[in-house]
């Protein structure tokens, strides 16, 4: 990885922790597939955009209905557990 790319990184992740307000390292804890059969959906202020069978880094279980996600574009957002899937 270059040092331009870490940099991009490491400046993603600081605005990912102020916006979220987000204390400590980011840790995955596992991760989840959006389940094949829903449609897309475009993402809000703080909803991720979600694609159907793609595969998301999950940061924190927030609550029963939501979990804080990363994609592989290194963009953070709420998804909905409802359409998430165990790997």
Do not use: H
């Not at 331009?4 to 922790?17: G, I, L």
């Not at 400590?24 to 202020?45: E, F």
């Not at 940061?59 to 990363?70: G, K, M, W």
């Amino acid at each position: 990885m270059t040092l331009k790319a870490c940099k991009k990184e490491e400046k993603m992740d600081r605005e990912f922790q102020k916006k979220f307000k987000f204390e400590g390292s980011i840790n995955v804890l596992t991760q989840m597939m959006v389940d094949p059969a829903t449609t897309g959906k475009r993402g809000g202020a703080k909803n991720l955009p979600l694609r159907p069978g793609e595969i998301l880094d999950v940061i924190q279980f927030t609550n029963q209905e939501q979990i804080l996600c990363r994609n592989s574009q290194r963009r953070y957002g709420y998804v909905p557990q409802a359409v998430m899937l165990p790997l």
